[in-house]
Protein backbone atom coordinates (compact mmCIF):
# COMPACT_ATOMS: atom_id res chain seq x y z
CA UNK A 1 0.00 0.00 0.00
CA UNK A 2 1.39 3.39 -0.93
CA UNK A 3 0.06 7.06 -1.27
CA UNK A 4 1.26 10.50 -2.94
CA UNK A 5 1.34 12.71 -0.36
CA UNK A 6 1.60 16.68 -0.64
CA UNK A 7 3.79 17.70 2.15
CA UNK A 8 4.75 21.60 2.55
CA UNK A 9 4.21 22.45 -1.50
CA UNK A 10 6.16 19.30 -2.68
CA UNK A 11 4.48 15.41 -3.27
CA UNK A 12 6.25 12.57 -2.13
CA UNK A 13 5.28 8.55 -2.48
CA UNK A 14 5.37 7.04 1.07
CA UNK A 15 4.72 3.97 2.41
CA UNK A 16 4.31 2.19 5.50
CA UNK A 17 8.36 2.32 7.60
CA UNK A 18 9.57 5.08 5.18
CA UNK A 19 11.63 7.44 6.05
CA UNK A 20 11.83 10.71 4.11
CA UNK A 21 13.24 14.35 4.26
CA UNK A 22 10.89 16.96 3.87
CA UNK A 23 10.81 20.52 4.04
CA UNK A 24 11.30 21.77 8.00
CA UNK A 25 8.44 21.35 10.17
CA UNK A 26 7.13 22.95 13.02
CA UNK A 27 6.78 19.57 15.30
CA UNK A 28 9.69 18.74 17.42
CA UNK A 29 11.39 15.26 17.62
CA UNK A 30 8.97 12.53 18.84
CA UNK A 31 5.83 13.91 17.74
CA UNK A 32 3.16 12.69 15.87
CA UNK A 33 1.86 14.56 12.25
CA UNK A 34 -0.91 13.66 10.52
CA UNK A 35 -1.13 14.69 6.38
CA UNK A 36 -4.23 15.41 5.06
CA UNK A 37 -3.58 16.63 1.28
CA UNK A 38 -3.58 13.06 0.17
CA UNK A 39 -4.09 12.77 -3.56
CA UNK A 40 -3.52 9.24 -4.28
CA UNK A 41 -3.65 5.99 -2.22
CA UNK A 42 -3.10 2.55 -3.89
CA UNK A 43 -4.23 -0.09 -1.69
CA UNK A 44 -3.31 -3.49 -3.32
CA UNK A 45 -4.58 -2.64 -7.00
CA UNK A 46 -7.73 -0.67 -5.44
CA UNK A 47 -6.71 3.24 -6.82
CA UNK A 48 -8.36 5.94 -5.67
CA UNK A 49 -7.54 9.25 -6.96
CA UNK A 50 -8.36 12.63 -5.36
CA UNK A 51 -9.85 15.56 -7.24
CA UNK A 52 -7.86 17.56 -5.39
CA UNK A 53 -7.43 15.36 -2.42
CA UNK A 54 -8.94 11.57 -1.58
CA UNK A 55 -11.86 12.42 1.13
CA UNK A 56 -10.62 10.84 4.32
CA UNK A 57 -7.31 9.47 3.46
CA UNK A 58 -4.85 10.53 6.09
CA UNK A 59 -1.08 9.86 6.56
CA UNK A 60 0.37 9.67 10.01
CA UNK A 61 4.14 10.00 10.97
CA UNK A 62 6.72 10.56 13.53
CA UNK A 63 8.84 13.29 13.38
CA UNK A 64 12.76 11.67 13.63
CA UNK A 65 14.67 14.58 13.34
CA UNK A 66 13.49 18.16 13.60
CA UNK A 67 16.97 19.54 12.15
CA UNK A 68 18.75 17.53 9.63
CA UNK A 69 20.97 18.76 7.07
CA UNK A 70 20.69 18.34 2.89
CA UNK A 71 23.55 18.14 1.07
CA UNK A 72 26.23 21.34 0.64
CA UNK A 73 24.81 23.37 -2.38
CA UNK A 74 27.57 25.44 -3.79
CA UNK A 75 27.31 28.37 -5.93
CA UNK A 76 29.94 29.86 -7.97
CA UNK A 77 29.86 33.03 -9.44
CA UNK A 78 32.67 34.28 -12.28
CA UNK A 79 32.76 37.10 -15.09
CA UNK A 80 35.75 36.16 -17.32
CA UNK A 81 38.80 38.30 -17.75
CA UNK A 82 37.74 41.11 -14.98
CA UNK A 83 39.26 38.84 -12.14
CA UNK A 84 35.78 38.40 -10.29
CA UNK A 85 35.26 35.03 -8.63
CA UNK A 86 32.53 34.46 -5.58
CA UNK A 87 31.61 31.22 -3.97
CA UNK A 88 28.23 30.73 -1.20
CA UNK A 89 27.80 27.49 0.10
CA UNK A 90 24.13 26.50 1.14
CA UNK A 91 22.97 23.54 3.65
CA UNK A 92 19.11 23.60 3.56
CA UNK A 93 17.52 22.14 6.78
CA UNK A 94 14.84 19.95 7.03
CA UNK A 95 13.13 17.52 8.85
CA UNK A 96 13.42 13.34 8.87
CA UNK A 97 9.88 11.65 9.38
CA UNK A 98 9.25 8.62 9.67
CA UNK A 99 5.65 7.12 8.02
CA UNK A 100 3.60 5.09 10.37
CA UNK A 101 0.31 4.58 8.59
CA UNK A 102 -1.66 5.04 5.68
CA UNK A 103 -5.85 5.41 6.46
Given at each position: M ?9 QF???A ?6 Q???Q?N?E???FT??L???A ?7 A ?6 V?R??V?DD??KA???L?FK ?5 G ?5 G??Q?L??I????I?
Amino acid sequence: MYAIVDIAGQQFKVEAGNEIFVQRLPQANGESVEFTKVLLVDADGAVKVGAPYVDGAVVRATVLDDNAKADKVLVFKKIRRKGFQKLNGHRQKLSKIQINEIA
